[in-house]
């Protein structure tokens, strides 16, 4: 099984920044791909951010250059530094892992998700 915290969640005035955490726990050797998904109130859950383990990045468009994802494998941790937030990008944050190779050396496709953390940008 695969845990994953977030943190770094808060409020913000428009044009500030805010750094996301989130570490995944478990017995874990190694993540395909972490990432980061966003879903505001009366809307579908949507990706911001994905970081393949030695590999690409992909971001959203509406993200244009604003966030950046930085990922330390051997910790199984992945950060979103988010700079020039605005009010639409108010809403509950989700850390998620997809392909995991655990210690035991099973791989697992599963997707695992945080519980979320809470980014509101006020005007």
């Known amino acids: 099984q695969v845990q994953l915290v977030e943190s770094g969640g808060g409020s913000v005035q428009a044009g500030g920044s805010l750094r996301l955490s989130c570490t995944a726990s478990g017995n874990i050797d190694r993540i395909n791909t972490m990432g980061w998904y966003r879903q505001a109130p009366g809307k579908q859950r949507e990706l911001v951010a994905t970081?393949?383990?030695?590999?690409?990045?992909n971001y959203a468009d509406f993200v244009m250059g604003r966030f950046t994802i930085s990922r330390d494998n051997h910790n199984n941790a992945v950060w979103l530094q988010m700079n020039s937030l605005k009010p639409d990008d108010t809403a509950i944050y989700y850390c998620n892992a997809e392909g995991i190779l655990y210690g035991s050396g099973r791989y697992s496709t599963s997707n695992y998700w945080g519980r979320g953390t809470q980014v509101t940008v006020f005007s």
């Open positions: 970081k393949i383990d030695g590999g690409s990045t």
